[in-house]
């Protein structure tokens, strides 16, 4: 095999950045061609494919060399907002689908396995959370499975984009029913300088999802985000944050880990889940704890099904449950491996 070949044993492959680069242009420099649907051929969104018409097509950097497609039923919407491409088509497989500069956010079949993941291992893994805040999340769905938490008092929520939120209101409806709890509060803009005029110690948790590091998302998965976040939650408080992909991004991991373990000085650890539309199906999450009273993310000790009154409102929980809680954070050893060495 040639030097620097690797082959298919070896796998999983730390991704390199180099090659990252090369696809710099991901799906916009895409022909746009005869989708699905929707409008006139000359307003198909660049990633709606040009090699099998009518599918969607997720190209990026971020995953180079593959690009998960989903069949175009209609397309239900295009807009260009301050900060980035938005794009909502209904899919023949997965529901109606959120894309943002040609990257899936959420589709309605399986939104489930990200937002209540992202919200109950941070909330389930201390007692009564009061005051909780969220960053990015415009489509409501990590409101949502927040607000099933009958201890929150409070639940802020700071995203950029205006347009994710009418979008989602618009064409989601059981995912932004989040915004209706009335202990909701929405603030557009910056979550970064949200973070910085938050006075020390304001929230119980702080959960940030995130797009993918490219574009207006890039500063949240940075080390002064970190720190803000650190100081912002009492003692004790816990964050949960959108931690890409096992499969494609060990080095960003190793990026997060290494920078959370030098700002929380309570417990760093990994968890995953399944997410069928994401890049190689997984996602994972960074969770932390400032110093205090001590919390084990491994053990759910406010179980969200000792009080079932939220199931009235939104549903069952469609995912989550305590054991997948646990489980969550049993990691591949080639993940275990890389994450264990940054985490000590
Ligand atoms: N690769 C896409 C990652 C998207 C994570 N955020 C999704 C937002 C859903 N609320």
Redo the contacts with the bound molecule.
């Keep these: 095999m040639p030097e620097g070949v690797q082959s298919a044993t070896d796998l999983p492959l730390k991704r390199p950045r180099e090659e990252e680069n090369q696809e710099a242009n991901g799906c916009a420099a895409m022909e746009v061609n005869n989708g699905g649907g929707g409008g006139a051929l000359e307003e198909l969104p660049e990633c709606i494919s040009a090699v099998i018409p009518g599918w969607f097509s997720e190209i990026s950097p971020?995953w180079p060399g593959e690009a998960h497609s989903l069949k175009v039923e209609k397309i239900l919407f295009q807009g260009k907002s301050d900060y980035q491409n938005v794009l909502v088509f209904q899919s023949s497989t997965y529901g109606k689908v959120?894309v943002l500069d040609g990257?899936?956010?959420?589709t309605e079949r399986d939104?489930c396995a990200?937002?209540e993941m992202?919200a109950h291992l941070p909330l389930c893994s201390i007692p009564n959370p009061k005051k909780v805040l969220v960053i990015?999340?415009?489509?409501g769905?990590?409101l949502r499975e927040v607000s099933r938490h009958s201890s929150v008092e409070k639940i802020d929520i700071c995203e950029i984009d205006k347009m994710v939120v009418d979008v989602s209101r618009q064409f989601f409806p059981n995912?932004a029913v989040g915004f209706d709890d009335p202990r909701v509060n929405l603030h557009i803009g910056d979550g970064v300088a949200f973070l910085k005029a938050v006075p020390e110690g304001t929230y119980d948790a702080i959960i940030v999802?995130?797009?993918?590091p490219i574009g207006p998302a890039k500063e949240l998965f940075e080390k002064p985000f970190f720190a803000s976040v650190a100081k912002a939650l009492r003692a004790g408080g816990v964050v949960c944050t959108?931690a890409?992909s096992i499969w494609l991004h060990m080095h960003i991991i190793e990026d997060i880990v290494a920078n959370c373990r030098q700002i929380f000085e309570g417990s760093v650890n990994y968890a995953w889940t399944t997410v069928p539309t994401?890049?190689s199906g997984v996602?994972g999450f960074m969770l932390c704890a400032t110093e205090g009273p001590s919390v084990d993310f491994k053990k759910p000790i406010n179980p969200i099904d000792a009080d079932i009154s939220h199931v009235k409102t939104y549903g069952p929980l469609k995912f989550y449950n305590s054991e997948i809680h646990s489980a969550a954070f049993c990691l591949p050893s080639f993940a275990r491996k890389v994450i264990d060495a940054k985490a000590n």
């Design positions: 971020m959120l990257v899936i956010q959420l939104e990200y937002q992202i990015g999340g415009g489509d769905g990590v995912v999802d995130s797009s993918d959108q890409e994401y890049p996602m």
